[in-house]
């Protein structure tokens, strides 16, 4: 099962190489959105992107030309997201400033549901439902391509989505949101406490 | 610029119930997607091909730690 294979390294024409890098760049867009959902910090997920972007570089001969660039890349983002919440770089925080801006687009409902309050919701949830919903419900992956992309059966991930959504939608409609992250001791420290756990591989699911 | 960033599907005639947050979360994924990219992406990118893929996936897929490859911009 080795791929060190230096025959077949060389063996990429220039023109795959550009289209790899073309492809590539045009994922860049999707990267940082999946980031931003991630880990909430504008700043920190444009790090998790660039890493991501490195690391996608130097696999590159692993990448299988006319498969999804987006799906290939999540995963090398998602890794490095987890590795680096490991080392506790995120701390799930919530960014006011890029709420506020989402906020001034248009709505189009008649009863509009605060963006701000969305996004602070969806980063109070357990990071594999986070993830799960992010692929599904914002990235538009399929449940399969979100399984392939986390690593784990279809069914985990309809699972991991469907609770999501319960949550967030118990949350919205009942107003029972975390405030802003500044003034909001508890529910910061839940959020805190919870991907410790996560990252200990101790999740428990005996949460409310 | 080409253009085969494919738009997300209508979502009009959903078979099964859309909470109404749902469109939310396609906004705010959808508003990072249409930010324009930072200069340091574009700075990034443009770096990538002076780095060897092989040497760098050698050094443990750490290529930004390559000497040479740093070489040209300090």
Not at chain 1, 105 to 110: L, R
Not at chain 1, 144 to 165: D, F, H, N, P
Not at chain 1, 183 to 197: G, T
């Amino acid at each position: 099962m080795s791929d060190s294979d230096p025959a077949s390294a060389s063996s990429r024409t220039a023109s795959e190489k550009a289209d790899f890098k073309r492809e590539l760049t045009e994922v860049v867009p999707h990267l940082r959105a999946f980031a931003r959902g991630l880990c909430g910090r504008p700043d920190m997920a444009d790090d998790l992107v660039q890493e991501t972007l490195l690391k996608a570089w130097a696999a590159q001969e692993r990448f299988e030309p006319g498969t999804s660039m987006r799906a290939w890349t999540f995963v090398i983002l998602r890794n490095a997201y987890l590795t680096d919440m490991r080392r506790n770089r995120f701390r799930g925080e919530y960014d006011e400033g890029v709420a506020e801006r989402i906020l001034t687009a248009p709505a189009g409902q008649e009863e509009p549901i605060h963006l701000s309050d969305l996004h602070r919701a969806l980063l109070t949830l357990q990071p594999e439902r986070r993830e799960a919903l992010l692929l599904v419900g914002a990235g538009g992956f399929s449940y399969e391509e979100a399984a392939e992309i986390c690593g784990c059966a279809v069914g985990t991930i309809k699972s991991r989505v469907g609770r999501a959504r319960a949550t967030l939608t118990e949350m919205l409609a009942n107003g029972n949101i975390p405030r802003r992250s500044t003034d909001d001791d508890a529910a910061h420290r839940a959020i805190l406490e919870e991907l410790d756990e996560v990252a200990a591989g101790n999740l428990s699911s005996a949460k409310p | 610029m080409t253009s085969d960033r494919k738009p997300p599907p209508p979502r009009s005639g959903q078979p099964e119930r859309a909470p109404e947050w749902a469109d939310g979360l396609k906004q705010l994924y959808d508003s990072v997607v249409e930010e324009d990219l930072p200069d340091s992406f574009k700075d990034l990118l443009a770096k990538l091909d002076e780095i060897d893929p092989k040497r760098a996936a050698a050094q443990g897929g750490n290529p930004s730690q390559s000497p040479d490859d740093r070489g040209a911009r300090r």
